[in-house]
C-alpha cells in the first residue's frame, strides 16, 4: 500500500490555546493545541520534497537544537543537510554549566523543570543517555534520578536572619483567590501591555503566593500581565506542589551536562553540522507580492562580514534574541560592567538580527518592547563554589538530605521574603558538574530586584563584588558574624543578566513575532523561553 501525503491543505502550523476558546467540531477533530500526548506522537508521512533541501538554524540553544532534532526525526531531513550557526564557540545558550573548583563553577540558569514538559520530555525520550547503557534515554535517566530521590523543600521561605517562615499556606483569601480565577477566564486580547501591579491588588502581592510564584519564574510586577496567565495556564498543576516545591523534577547534573551535551551528540552523530564564531546580524528577502522568501544570510564569521546563500527550497530557523545575551561577568573582586546599552544593545549584539527583520515589516514585531528597558528586564545570579564553613553548616540545616550525599539538597530555591533584593538561593543535587571533588558543593543564589540596597551591604546587588553578595547572603542565613572564614572557603562567580526576563516585558498583540510570520515561504523564528 502507498500512503500520498496530502499537499493541497495548507496546515495550522501555530497553535493558539488562549486565542478562543477550544472546541471539537466539524471544522476542528484535532486534540487540544497544547495537548503533547501520546495522539500527537504521529510521524507526518513525507510529502517527499525534503531531499535536496538544507536548513539553516541560528542559535544552537536547546530552541536551535529541538529544531534540528525534529527536522530529522519528524521532517525526515538527513542530519548532514542542517548547519546549526552560533555566535559563541559552544552548544546550548542559556543553558550553560562550566569552570572547575580552582578558578570557580558557574551557571547563568538554574533549573526547575515538571512533568508537563511536553514537548522537552517527547523529544529526550529519543536521546541517549550518556552513563546509561544503549537503548536508556536522557528521559529514562531523569525519571531514574527522580522517582528515586523526590523533590521537596523543607525552608522554601526563610526571613529574620535565618529562620524559616511558615510558607505551609498559599496565603490567599478568597477575594485574593478570584483575582486569580478572573485572570484565567481573562481573553487574550484584552491583556495588551497590561502589567501586574495594574491588575492584582496591593494585599495579593504580599502573599505568600505571590513571593512562591514570583521567585520561582522570576516575575517583575512591572512585568506582563499577560505573561503571567500564560504561565498560570502552562504551570496549574503545579499549585499542588507549590509550597513544598514537590511538584517540580531536577537534573541529575547542571543543565549543559545533562540535556546539552547527550542532544549534540545525538544530532552530531547524525551528521549536522554546528558552525561557531558566526553572528547573523540580517536576512537577505525575495519579496513577490505577499511572499517573502530568504535567500541570504548575513553573518560575521569571526567578526568578518560574510554572506551565507540560502537556496529557494532551503529553511532558515532564526532566534528573536537570547535571554543571557551581552551577560556581564563578575569575580569575588569585580563587580559586573554591562557592555549593552540599556535602550538599545547596539548592533554588535545577537539582537541585531531581529531588529533588522523588524525594520522590514510589521509582521516581524517589535524588539524594542522586549529589549528597550535593561532596568526592567535585567537581574543578576551568582555560582558559589564552596569548601565546607560555616555557610555549608547552615546549609545542611536547611536540606533534606546531606548535601554530600547525592541526594536533594535545599530541594529547589529558598527566599528570603524580608531580602530587600527579594533574594534566593538553592543547591541542587551534588555533584552539580561531573567533574567535581567530593568535598566541594555549587550553590546558586539570584535575586529579583536590581536598583535597592541590600539589608545588610548598602548597594544594589548589581554594584556589589562577589565577597559582598557573599556578605548580604550569609547576613539572611544569620552567619555574617562568620563571614571571614565563608569568604576564606568560597568562590563566587557572577553573571548580570541584562535581557534575563525581556521575555516578561509588558507587550500587546504584534509585538511578538508569529512562529511562521504571515507570508515567509521559507522561515520560522524560534522565540526564548518555551
Ligand atoms: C538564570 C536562568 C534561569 C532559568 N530557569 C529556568 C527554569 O527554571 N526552567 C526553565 O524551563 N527554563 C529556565 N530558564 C530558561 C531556559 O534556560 C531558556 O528558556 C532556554 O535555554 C532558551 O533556549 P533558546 O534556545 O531559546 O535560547 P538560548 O539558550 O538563549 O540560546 C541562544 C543561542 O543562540 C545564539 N544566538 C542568538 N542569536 C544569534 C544570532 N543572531 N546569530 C548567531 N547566534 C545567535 C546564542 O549565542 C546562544 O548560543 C532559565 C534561564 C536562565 C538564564
Given at each position: 500500500?502507498?500512503?500520498?501525503?496530502?499537499?493541497?491543505?495548507?496546515?495550522q502550523?501555530?497553535t493558539?490555546a488562549t486565542?478562543?476558546?477550544?472546541h471539537?467540531a466539524?471544522?476542528?477533530t484535532?486534540p487540544?493545541?497544547?495537548?503533547m500526548g501520546?495522539?500527537?506522537?504521529?510521524?507526518?508521512?513525507?510529502a517527499?520534497?525534503?531531499?535536496?533541501?538544507?536548513a539553516?538554524?541560528?542559535?544552537?540553544?536547546?530552541?536551535?537544537?529541538?529544531?534540528?532534532?525534529?527536522?530529522?526525526?519528524?521532517?525526515?531531513m538527513a542530519?548532514?543537510d542542517?548547519?546549526?550557526l552560533?555566535?559563541?564557540?559552544?552548544?546550548?545558550?542559556?543553558?550553560d554549566?562550566?569552570?572547575n573548583?580552582?578558578?570557580?563553577y558557574?551557571?547563568?540558569?538554574?533549573r526547575?523543570?515538571?512533568?508537563?514538559?511536553?514537548?522537552?520530555?517527547?523529544?529526550?525520550?529519543?536521546?541517549?543517555?550518556?552513563?546509561?547503557p544503549e537503548?536508556?534515554?536522557?528521559?529514562?535517566?531523569?525519571?531514574?534520578?527522580n522517582?528515586?530521590?523526590?523533590?521537596?523543600?523543607?525552608a522554601?521561605?526563610m526571613h529574620?536572619?535565618?529562620?524559616?517562615?511558615?510558607?505551609?499556606k498559599l496565603?490567599?483569601?478568597?477575594?485574593?483567590q478570584?483575582?486569580?480565577?478572573?485572570?484565567?477566564?481573562?481573553?487574550?486580547?484584552?491583556?495588551d501591555?497590561?502589567?501586574?501591579?495594574q491588575?492584582?491588588?496591593?494585599g495579593?502581592?504580599?502573599?505568600?503566593?505571590?513571593?512562591?510564584?514570583?521567585?520561582?519564574f522570576?516575575?517583575?510586577n512591572?512585568?506582563s500581565?499577560?505573561?503571567?496567565k500564560?504561565y498560570?495556564?502552562?504551570?496549574?498543576?503545579?499549585?499542588?506542589?507549590?509550597t513544598?516545591?514537590s511538584a517540580?523534577?531536577f537534573?541529575?547534573?547542571?543543565?549543559y551536562d545533562?540535556?546539552?551535551?547527550?542532544?549534540?551528540?545525538?544530532?552530531?552523530?547524525?551528521?549536522?553540522?554546528?558552525?561557531?564564531?558566526?553572528r547573523?546580524?540580517?536576512l537577505?528577502m525575495?519579496?513577490?507580492?505577499?511572499?517573502?522568501t530568504?535567500?541570504?544570510?548575513?553573518?560575521?564569521?569571526?567578526?568578518?562580514?560574510?554572506t551565507?546563500?540560502?537556496?529557494?527550497?532551503?529553511?532558515?530557523y532564526a532566534?528573536?534574541?537570547?535571554m543571557?545575551?551581552?551577560?556581564?561577568?563578575?569575580?569575588m573582586?569585580?563587580?559586573?560592567v554591562?557592555e549593552?546599552?540599556?535602550?538599545d544593545?547596539?548592533?554588535?549584539?545577537?539582537?541585531?538580527?531581529?531588529?533588522?527583520?523588524?525594520?522590514?515589516s510589521?509582521?516581524?514585531?517589535?524588539?524594542?518592547?522586549?529589549?528597550?528597558?535593561?532596568?526592567?528586564?535585567?537581574?543578576e545570579?551568582?555560582?558559589?563554589t564552596?569548601?565546607?564553613?560555616?555557610?555549608?553548616?547552615?546549609?545542611k540545616?536547611l536540606a533534606?538530605?546531606d548535601p554530600?550525599?547525592g541526594k536533594?539538597?535545599?530541594?529547589?530555591?529558598?527566599?528570603?521574603?524580608?531580602?530587600?533584593?527579594?533574594?534566593?538561593?538553592?543547591c541542587?543535587?551534588?555533584?552539580?558538574?561531573?567533574?567535581?571533588?567530593?568535598?566541594?558543593?555549587?550553590?546558586?543564589?539570584y535575586a529579583l530586584l536590581m536598583d535597592?540596597?541590600g539589608?545588610?551591604?548598602k548597594?544594589p546587588?548589581?554594584a556589589?563584588?562577589?565577597?559582598?553578595?557573599?556578605?548580604?547572603?550569609c547576613?539572611?542565613?544569620?552567619?555574617?558574624d562568620?563571614?571571614?572564614?565563608?569568604?576564606k572557603?568560597t568562590?563566587?562567580r557572577?553573571a548580570l543578566?541584562?535581557?534575563?526576563?525581556?521575555?516578561?516585558m509588558?507587550r500587546?498583540?504584534?509585538?511578538?513575532?508569529?512562529?511562521?510570520?504571515?507570508g515567509?515561504?521559507?522561515?520560522?523564528?524560534?522565540?526564548?523561553?518555551?
Open positions: 500500500m502507498t500512503i500520498e501525503a496530502k499537499s493541497a491543505k495548507t496546515f502550523v501555530e493558539d486565542a478562543t476558546f477550544w471539537n466539524a471544522d476542528n484535532l487540544p493545541p497544547d495537548m501520546a495522539y500527537m506522537r504521529n510521524r507526518p508521512v513525507s517527499g520534497c525534503v531531499p535536496g533541501r538544507k539553516w538554524i541560528i542559535g544552537s540553544g536547546v530552541a536551535g537544537l529541538a529544531a534540528a532534532f525534529y527536522m530529522i526525526r519528524d521532517g525526515g542530519g548532514e542542517i548547519t546549526i552560533d555566535a559563541m564557540h559552544i552548544e546550548g545558550g542559556s543553558l554549566g562550566a569552570g573548583p580552582e578558578d570557580g558557574i551557571i547563568r540558569g538554574g526547575e523543570m515538571n512533568w508537563n514538559y511536553d514537548n522537552l520530555w517527547d523529544m529526550f525520550q529519543d536521546v541517549q543517555a550518556l552513563e546509561l537503548g536508556y534515554s536522557v528521559l529514562d535517566e531523569y525519571r531514574l534520578v522517582d528515586n530521590d523526590p523533590n521537596f523543600s523543607k522554601r521561605l529574620k536572619q535565618g529562620q524559616i517562615r511558615d510558607f505551609s496565603g490567599l483569601s478568597k477575594p485574593q478570584w483575582e486569580l480565577i478572573r485572570l484565567m477566564l481573562r481573553r487574550k486580547e484584552d491583556l501591555d497590561v502589567t501586574i501591579k491588575y492584582f491588588s496591593a495579593f502581592l504580599e502573599t505568600n503566593f505571590w513571593f512562591l510564584w514570583r521567585s520561582m522570576a516575575f517583575e512591572w512585568q500581565l499577560l505573561e503571567m500564560l498560570m495556564h502552562r504551570f496549574l498543576d503545579a499549585i499542588d506542589g507549590l513544598d516545591l517540580l523534577v537534573p541529575k547534573y547542571n543543565q545533562s540535556f546539552v551535551r547527550p542532544l549534540v551528540n545525538h544530532l552530531k552523530s547524525r551528521g549536522v553540522k554546528v558552525q561557531f564564531a558566526t547573523a546580524y540580517d537577505d525575495a519579496v513577490n507580492g505577499d511572499v517573502r530568504v535567500t541570504a544570510i548575513r553573518a560575521k564569521v569571526d567578526g568578518v562580514d560574510t551565507i546563500p540560502v537556496a529557494p527550497d532551503d529553511v532558515v532566534l528573536t534574541g537570547s543571557t545575551e551581552g551577560t556581564a561577568y563578575g569575580d573582586d569585580n563587580a559586573p554591562l549593552r546599552g540599556r535602550h544593545p547596539g548592533d554588535e549584539s545577537d539582537w541585531a538580527l531581529w531588529k533588522n527583520l523588524a525594520k522590514k510589521p509582521i516581524f514585531g517589535k524588539p524594542e518592547k522586549f529589549y528597550g528597558d535593561v532596568d526592567g528586564s535585567m537581574w545570579s551568582v555560582t558559589l564552596c569548601r565546607p564553613s560555616p555557610l555549608v553548616d547552615k546549609l540545616e533534606v538530605n554530600y550525599s536533594t539538597v535545599t530541594g529547589g530555591i529558598i527566599t528570603f521574603t524580608d531580602s530587600n533584593w527579594v533574594m534566593s538561593f538553592t541542587n543535587r551534588q555533584p552539580h558538574f561531573p567533574d567535581q571533588p567530593s568535598d566541594v558543593l555549587v550553590i546558586w543564589v535597592k540596597e539589608n545588610f551591604v548597594k546587588m548589581p556589589c563584588t562577589g565577597r559582598e553578595i557573599l556578605a548580604e547572603l547576613y539572611h542565613l544569620g552567619i555574617e562568620q563571614l571571614d572564614e565563608v569568604v572557603n568562590k563566587a557572577l543578566m541584562p535581557y534575563i526576563t525581556a521575555m516578561f509588558p500587546a498583540a504584534g509585538d511578538r513575532p508569529h512562529v511562521v510570520p504571515a515567509c515561504a521559507n522561515l520560522a523564528l524560534e522565540r526564548d523561553r518555551a
